[in-house]
């Protein structure tokens, strides 16, 4: 089975500029989640689909956070203008069922993007 | 109280020691529980599940007290190769995953 796919795996890009990153889950798998880890920090979830709807996004900063998954397959998540305090590691995860016993989270290698 | 609270450690110990931590939890409606291994600078595996009192895999045991609402992670002859941060999720229901910000183990020899 193929795991969680993620892009780029390192990003730099200066303060105000603007960034995208690209997950594909694993296949079958309706649940999809981009959380952001700092150094030193566990991951914070940023926004969860379930197919193509919108779950929980609660703790994105929509003024410069978006993120979309527009068939339910594969998920973009784009930071625009990005500041300083962005530098973190940007995991995906994706899991076969929301809010149900027996779905754990299968995690992408992340990308590590650092702001400058 | 946070939604999910660990111990950072570090936990240093010597090869072939028992070490155990807890994770304490906010949200009574959690069902299912899993423990994480990150590494350094890589994403996290999962180490084990629980959904009901508790599991064990080889030198690995999670234990849940629903009453008390927290889990522990029990191992056992610890190995340079454990060395790592271990994170515990609750999730469930409507119940969106939160990470704790993990314990560091570090075992030397």
């Known amino acids: 089975e193929a795991g969680v796919a993620q892009s780029p795996r390192y990003k730099i890009i200066e303060k105000r500029q603007s960034v995208a990153f690209w997950c594909n889950p694993i296949s079958g798998h309706a649940t999809l989640y981009w959380y952001q880890q700092i150094l030193g920090q566990g991951p914070k979830l940023l926004i969860q689909?379930?197919?193509?709807?919108?779950?929980?996004d609660s703790q994105l900063p929509k003024d410069r956070f978006s993120a979309e998954r527009l068939k339910g397959v594969d998920s973009t998540l784009k930071i625009q203008p990005a500041k300083l305090e962005d530098s973190a590691v940007y995991l995906c995860a994706s899991s076969s069922r929301t809010g149900a016993n027996n779905s754990p989270l299968h995690f992408g290698n992340g990308t590590r993007l650092t702001v400058t | 109280r946070k939604e999910v609270e660990q111990d950072p450690g570090p936990f240093n110990v010597p090869e072939g020691a028992t070490v155990a931590f807890n994770c304490t939890y906010s949200n009574s409606a959690s069902q299912s529980f899993f423990w994480y291994r990150q590494d350094c600078r890589k994403e996290p595996k999962l180490l084990m599940s629980?959904?009901?009192s508790g599991n064990e895999d080889g030198r690995f045991t999670a234990q849940l007290n629903r009453a008390s609402q927290y889990i522990s992670l029990l191992i056992r002859d610890s190995k340079l190769s454990d060395s790592a941060t271990y994170l515990c999720?609750?999730?469930?229901?409507?119940?969106?995953?939160?990470f704790g910000r993990g314990t560091s183990l570090i075992v030397h020899p």
């Open positions: 629980v959904y009901s």
């Open positions: 689909f379930q197919n193509n709807g919108v779950v929980d």
């Open positions: 999720v609750p999730t469930g229901g409507s119940y969106i995953p939160t």
